[in-house]
């Protein structure tokens, strides 16, 4: 995304944080673009720019090769360990040839579909909390009496 742009379905100048951070400064050629740009589009908002996040990605922060060679240590049969690590090491090798944006997501597709454990950890734990809640709910919503007309 470029530093400021126009979006006419929306009515909307949009800007990056960094750019609307340097905009702050009247001092600096940001500050003046804003300005003209706000001039020839009085009646648009200024909005910062949000990455819109996907709340059901699934995230391993500590799933690095390194985990990934003990877990095979620990994990796997003593007749199968050489195998599964030489397996890995070999992927590790063949993706260094390729861009940096599909080595670790390819290596990490071949674990978790490999070792499904560490894929489903805590996803029963999850439904798990969602029946208890969803139970709790209707409870509580069975403990409250209707409201009756009262006759006076």
């Known amino acids: ?36 740009v706000m001039e020839t589009y009085p009646t648009f908002n200024v909005v910062n720019h949000t990455i819109k996040k996907n709340p059901k990605k699934e995230c391993y922060r500590g799933l690095t090769y390194d985990y ?26 063949i993706s260094k040839c390729h861009s940096s944006g599909y080595r670790y997501p390819t290596i990490k597709k071949w674990f978790l579909e490999k070792y499904e454990d560490v894929a489903a950890f ?24 209707k409201e ?3 006759a006076a």
């Open 1 to 36: 995304m470029r530093d400021i742009r126009i979006d006419r379905e929306n009515n909307r100048i949009v800007m990056t944080r960094k750019f609307a951070k340097l905009a702050d400064d009247p001092h600096t050629r940001e500050f003046r673009l804003l300005q003209e």
């Open 68 to 93: 990934m060679r003990d877990y095979i240590r620990n994990n796997e049969s003593k007749e199968n360990i050489e195998g599964a690590l030489s397996e890995l090491e070999h992927l590790i090798e």
């Open 122 to 145: 805590g996803k029963e734990v999850e439904k798990g909390n969602e029946n208890e809640e969803t139970e709790e709910r209707k409870a509580v919503e069975l403990s409250f009496p």
């Open 148 to 150: 009756e007309s009262v």
